[in-house]
């Protein structure tokens, strides 16, 4: 929890992403006390399901914590209802199937994922899985309320402080290059 309570003290908004078995783990609703105690704003758990999230549900309630779900191209039209309807604060958009990591280019399959969340909400929708450059950030600006990178800045970050403040003003121009035209 000190990563997400620098983050606050420094005006960021957190949001930790995790598997569920840790949480599990730690104690549900400990885990939320803890979360919203640092300054955490809500919780992504990618191997979550809505239909088996009734603790989190209670936790997250009674914390006031946004609890993030991922939505994937293969969702069907009932499961992305559901799902969509189950989160709070944003929908995070899987921009493609298979695992996290730095990739090349942008799912084509992500801005009709997109259409279809915001066919059934007005949430907030992210998208992330894979991006790593300008490029790719500008791309998904242009249709996405948010552009969600994780494993590239964590690569980043492992080669030290400089290469990770590039990388984010690098991403964040691509924000705001798309956000200007």
Not at 116 to 129: C, E, F, M, N, Q
């Amino acid at each position: 929890m000190a990563a997400v309570e620098a983050i606050s003290r420094a005006g960021g908004n957190a949001v930790v992403m995790t598997y569920w078995n840790p949480v599990l783990r730690y104690g549900v609703d400990a885990f939320a006390r803890d979360l919203a105690a640092a300054g955490g704003r809500g919780l992504i758990t990618p191997d979550l399901i809505p239909d088996e999230a009734q603790p989190w549900f209670a936790a997250s309630d009674e914390h006031r914590l946004d609890r993030i779900f991922l939505v994937a191209p293969s969702s069907t039209p009932e499961r992305l209802a559901i799902t969509v309807k189950a989160s709070r604060g944003f929908v995070y958009a899987a921009s493609t199937m298979g695992v996290t990591g730095a990739r090349d280019v942008v799912s084509q399959a992500a801005p009709k994922l997109v259409g279809r969340v915001k066919a059934v909400s007005d949430i907030p929708v992210g998208v992330g899985l894979g991006v790593r450059s300008r490029e790719q950030a500008a791309q998904i600006a242009g249709y996405a309320d948010g552009v969600i990178v994780g494993s590239a800045l964590v690569s980043a970050l492992g080669a030290g402080l400089p290469r990770l403040r590039a990388l984010t003003e690098e991403l964040a121009a691509g924000v705001r290059e798309r956000a200007a035209s």
